[in-house]
């Protein structure tokens, strides 16, 4: 295999032996991965690998090329360089396409992340098949009803080495462990419900070692016996895992190229209120010991802590260089890498007891947003409340509206947010809102 | 279809595609395969890829992105009964090669349970003594793999914003993207299959932003097929900016209405995402085998309607799930999952069909080197039947007709799918009135099959860029659906 760090400065000189000056961005990345699947008692998938690939960019007076290779054979490299600068070559200039202004980038100094654990790719597999063992044996003979029950490990160490030719030399890593029992069971009129629970962490000594699987079993269970309810207006409770998703078309809006591109439901709104006042969000990369913790962006911009939305004001869009210049904005970051949303004092369980009709969202079933009017409809499934209670579990249901109306009509932030997550979003209610079923 | 007239005012040459490495030799397959096999496996098979794609996107009127991606390694998988174990490498030595086989011995021979015994090593008869030829299965593609140099494909981009700007005075914004790839695949296993293949593959996309009286609207169109510099023509061109012109326009006067249970009148074409979601991955036989399947256990026995006949096809030509060969060395071939309304196969790949002493049925699939072939679907569509669409849409007092369409998704052991309808209509005592935008819809598998009442007799296959997401792996997949009525699904 060719030297991992030789390859990255191999590529340098290379980009500097073409005919014309060129700006450049140089990522070497190494990935290594560790994905084991255990069914029945028995390995059904393993798979390990480390790969190493190299990105390019070339930025040769407006014109930007991106160009990605894992043959990183020298004479390979020298060739795929020679193509990709013919190719850049060919393209149009635009003036807005260059690299950061090295003023933004990251200088050193920055805290130890706490993020990435060495060991990962050391450990024996066999001490993760007995992981994988012991979370399957908390449920072994629970329950009759049981079909299946595969029980998933994966980890991810990631390492990056930058050069840009502006100034810009720098190293990063995370990586991540993740546990994952997910469980079939004969349900009603030959349904086989299944769900699963997972936990995540940096380090696989933090790996939990009991209530994976049987919180898996429980969820399963509890699906049992799934229909719509009647359609009409309830208060919708987004449960924790889930509520992100219905938070990701306004990151999405907020991305410079939408807006750019004017297709936005966010254009001309920064400032302004656009959800409940009792939205505060900021992305914070800068925690150590967090999953999206980083020291720079990927154009080796430094990070910081950033208000997204405060008391529901849109605080901020997410605008890389050439964005930046194209809108006549200052530019920002390129997306989120740590998110937390204010929390509430009330736990999920309590939000619950205090709605007297409602439904529990507990995951969501295909649906889409038009990105241009923030109008959704999406698929649910989850359980309705009645009285505080939980009465029924439910499927086959839709949710529709618009995104910031409904946005403005949540009314409850509850407690628990995951902290092991990269996005932090607690379990909420909204008011109001348009559910079709039966 | 697309046309293969080139365009008139500017005749497009494509350039050869050389092949681009032959790293595998007979004696090398023997010795990787025997390693492989060494821990106990009683199967073994490498699969080696070299894929270029090339793409260039056309933004605010300028061709000034591009992108080069080169993908290059070798798999290797070992397999005991239903258990895998699989390395990946991108250094093709002989030294990493070997490396990754002998790596899967901990995979195929998991710690022993208490009570039960180490299992010996499988007596196979693979390794070096068998020979591999790697014949290579270029008929059919020699067209194909000329790919279009970057100057030709700028040219078309900028051609893109002329037509859209040209159809309709309110275009604002032309986005559009051009992808060529190209997929070198040397795959041989301990059974002694061989095969070298070359998959061109080649996409137009087109995103529209109109702007009229201070609304915006985006729409969008594309194609995919397996070929490659003839792809492009004048016509396709035209098809694919008419079609986005015409999406966006439509969205100005769409609406969304108030959810509840509707008939549904399924359009011919892209519709066929009704089969991907409904019943494709359910009847992906690798959750027929761990019992995660709805359709578990229906294998023979008739699940709808006897006017109904559904398959999956690796053979229609340059169709972006045409398979010369699948993933596992399986000779592509056409499936029919349900013949005349009765279940009649499953989508096998070489684990499942070997758990159920089936053959398998060549869809056996995988992104790339990095990952482990799986069953998966090609192009899904219905035979057509003998209704006519006005007489469908004509016998609905109120419902919808459900005409393009974005995503979908499907819950397998519940059965219960939705997908997403970009623009519509609403049926109102049998004609088509108020028009439709952004539903989604939601039905159980099993039970929209044996609701379906009417099918048309104008069968399409719908080609836009179609791309299928199961297990972190994306496959291009086509599908493709006459005009069906649908008595009762869940429309919000």
């Excluded at chain 1, 260089?321 to 740590?338: F, N, S």
């Excluded at chain 2, 299965?137 to 020699?142: A, D, F, I, K, V």
């Excluded at chain 2, 109904?308 to 592509?332: C, H, K, Q, W, Y």
Aim: with cysteine; hydrophobic share 35%; proline share 5%.
């Amino acid at each position: 295999m060719v030297n991992g760090q030789s390859i990255i400065y191999h590529a340098e000189q290379e980009i500097l032996k073409l005919p014309a000056k060129l700006d450049y961005k140089l990522v070497l990345l190494k990935n290594h991965e560790d994905n084991i699947i255990l069914r029945d008692n028995k390995v059904e998938k393993l798979l390990r690998a480390t790969s190493l690939s190299l990105a390019i960019n070339l930025y040769l007076d407006g014109r930007d090329g991106f160009f990605y290779t894992n043959d990183l054979r020298p004479e390979s490299v020298s060739a795929f360089i020679k193509e990709a600068y013919e190719t850049t070559r060919l393209l149009e200039p635009d003036e807005t396409r260059t690299l950061a202004d090295p003023d933004r980038y990251y200088k050193g100094g920055g805290p130890d992340l706490q993020n990435f654990d060495a060991t990962l790719a050391e450990i024996d597999p066999q001490e993760k098949i007995k992981l994988l063992r012991d979370t399957a044996k908390e449920v072994e003979g629970a329950d009759k009803r049981i079909i299946s029950m595969q029980t998933r490990y994966m980890d991810r160490q990631h390492q990056a080495h930058y050069l840009i030719s502006n100034g810009f030399d720098a190293s990063e890593q995370s990586g991540y462990c993740t546990l994952t029992s997910i469980i079939s069971v004969e349900g009603e009129g030959g349904q086989h419900p299944m769900d699963g629970w997972g936990e995540t962490r940096l380090f696989f000594s933090q790996m939990p070692r009991q209530g994976i699987a049987p919180t898996a079993l429980k969820r399963t269970l509890q699906k049992i016996g799934q229909r719509p309810a009647p359609s009409g207006r309830y208060r919708m409770i987004l449960e924790s895992p889930c509520a992100g998703n219905f938070l990701q078309p306004l990151l999405n809006a907020m991305n410079g190229q939408a807006l750019q591109q004017k297709t936005s439901f966010l254009l001309g709104k920064l400032g302004q209120q656009v959800v409940s006042p009792l939205v505060n969000i900021v992305d914070d990369p800068l925690i150590p010991g967090t999953r999206g913790a980083s020291l720079f962006d990927y154009d080796g911009v430094a990070t910081q802590r950033r208000k997204l939305f405060t008391e529901g004001c849109l605080m901020t869009y997410f605008i890389d260089t050439p964005m930046g210049r194209k809108l006549g904005m200052a530019p920002t970051t390129q997306g989120i890498h740590h998110l937390i949303m204010e929390q509430g004092t009330r736990s999920k369980e309590e939000v619950i007891a205090d709605s007297s009709r409602a439904i529990l969202i507990t995951d969501f079933n295909g649906g889409n947003c038009d990105p241009v009017t923030g109008n959704f409809s999406y698929g649910i499934e989850g359980f309705l409340i009645e009285q505080g209670i939980i009465t029924q579990p439910v499927s086959g249901m839709n949710i529709t509206g618009n995104m910031l109306d409904v946005w403005q009509r949540l009314s409850l932030i509850a407690n628990d947010a995951d902290p092991w997550e990269t996005e932090l979003i607690p379990t909420l209610a909204f008011e109001d809102v348009a559910f079709g079923g039966c | 279809m697309t046309s293969k007239k080139t365009l008139s005012n500017s005749p497009l040459k494509g350039e050869e595609t050389k092949p681009q490495v032959s790293p595998l030799r007979g004696d090398l397959v023997g010795s990787v395969l025997t390693a492989a096999l060494s821990g106990g496996s009683d199967y073994a098979d490498v699969f080696v890829e070299d894929t270029r794609i090339s793409s260039m996107v056309l933004q605010d009127g300028k061709v000034s992105q591009a992108q080069q991606v080169c993908l290059y390694g070798a798999g290797i998988r070992a397999v005991k009964g239903t258990e895998t174990g699989y390395a990946y490498t991108m250094d093709l030595s002989e030294e990493a090669l070997m490396k990754a086989a002998k790596s899967l011995t901990p995979a195929v021979s998991p710690i022993p349970s208490k009570g039960e015994k180490k299992q010996s090593p499988t007596k196979t008869n693979g390794g070096a003594a068998l020979s591999w030829q790697f014949t290579p299965s270029l008929e059919g593609t020699g067209e194909a793999i000329q790919s279009l140099p970057p100057a030709q494909v700028r040219q078309l981009l900028l051609q893109v914003e002329e037509k859209a700007r040209a159809l309709d005075a309110s275009v604002i914004k032309v986005k559009a993207y051009i992808s060529q790839r190209m997929q070198e695949v040397q795959f041989a296993s301990s059974d002694g299959t061989a095969f070298h293949d070359f998959r061109p593959r080649t996409s137009l996309s087109v995103n529209i932003v109109m702007e009229r009286g201070g609304q915006t609207q985006m729409g969008f169109a594309s194609r995919m097929l397996q070929m490659g510099a003839e792809f492009f023509s004048e016509t396709l061109l035209n098809e694919v900016v008419g079609e986005a012109i015409q999406q966006t326009d439509f969205l100005f006067s769409a609406s969304q209405i108030e959810g509840g249970e509707l008939p549904v009148v399924m359009a011919a074409g892209s519709s066929g995402i009704l089969l991907h979601e409904a019943i494709g991955h359910a009847f992906e036989a690798d959750f027929i085998r761990t019992g995660d399947s709805i359709f578990t256990g229906q294998l023979g026995k008739q699940i709808c309607n006897p006017s109904i006949s559904i398959v999956d096809d690796g053979t229609l030509p340059n169709d972006a799930g045409m398979l010369r060969f699948d993933d596992e060395g399986i000779p592509g071939q056409r499936t029919v999952l349900v013949d005349k309304g009765r279940l009649n196969s499953f989508l096998y790949d070489r684990i499942s069909a070997r758990h159920f002493g089936v053959e398998p049925t060549g869809n056996g699939r995988r992104e790339s080197f990095r990952c482990m072939p799986i069953p998966r679907m090609r192009s899904t569509y219905m035979l057509p039947g003998e209704a006519k669409e006005d007489d469908i849409i004509r016998s609905v007092k109120r419902g919808i007709y459900a005409q393009s369409f974005t995503n979908g998704q499907v819950q397998i052991g519940a059965g219960d799918f939705t997908f997403f309808m970009k623009t519509g209509y609403l049926i109102e005592d049998g004609k088509l009135t108020k028009p439709l935008r952004d539903l989604n819809i939601i039905g159980n598998g099993p039970e929209a099959l044996r609701r379906i009442s009417m099918v048309g007799d104008n069968l399409r296959i719908d080609h836009s860029a179609s791309m299928c997401g199961k297990e972190g792996q994306k496959v291009a997949v086509s599908q493709g659906l006459p005009t069906v009525l649908i008595d009762k699904l869940i429309v919000g």
